[in-house]
């Protein structure tokens, strides 16, 4: 039978990743945070000096990356580019990034290798819709655009770094009327997902309600 696989999509500061980890750890699976390849090659392309719009550069140099996720760290080509990637900065580059065919035909293999015995919980905007289509179990987790907003500014105020709440809130609808509007992979739930409003949710009861699904979908 086929690895099992959880995916969680949704808009950028909804919780996936959090959530993802959360589940992942709980069941023992392996975890695959999508975002952070598209992240890691705009990171990447950027210091190469690569157009954010080069798709042929951008695959080419994605061939050489030696990627590695290594309990919370992340690594490419021995260096650590773990908070490089989470930036909001990153997150805007790589919308631009995963909007590209080209790019996103070149990092669906890789995607697809992180599917390992017992199971995968798959992160992203499009694990349930394209990736993943067989997955048993498939979330899309939402939240109001205000309060994404509202987290990352907490986040980014609470690691000490100075921000603007109205200007995340500007960069959150642009980028999510990109990623809802690209021709390739929109995002938007799968047609047998769970759909999953965040807003008013701690993440402890968005767990619970996710862990409740696979409990029903997964043997």
Known sequence: MAVPVVTIDGPGGAGKGTVASAIANALGWHL???????????VAGVADGIALDDAQALVEMSEGLDIVFDDGQVRVNGANLTDAI???????????VAALPPVRDAIFA??????RAPGLVADGRDMGTVVFTDAPVKIFLDASAEARAERRYNQLKNNGLGVNLRA????????????????VAP????????????????????????????SSKVE
Do not use: W
Not at 110 to 115: E, I, Y
Not at 193 to 203: G, K, N, R, V, Y
């Open 32 to 42: 695959l945070d999508s975002g952070a390849l598209y992240r890691i090659i705009a």
């Open 187 to 214: 995002l938007k739930p799968a047609d047998d997902a769970l759909i999953i409003d965040s807003t008013e949710m701690t993440i402890d009861e968005v767990v619970a309600t996710v862990m409740t699904q696979i």
């Open 86 to 96: 989470r930036t909001e900065e990153a997150g805007n580059n790589a919308s631009q």
């Open 168 to 183: 995340l809130l500007e960069q959150i609808q642009e980028r999510d009327a990109r990623d809802r509007e690209r021709v």
């Open 110 to 115: 890789l995607q697809q290798g992180f599917r």
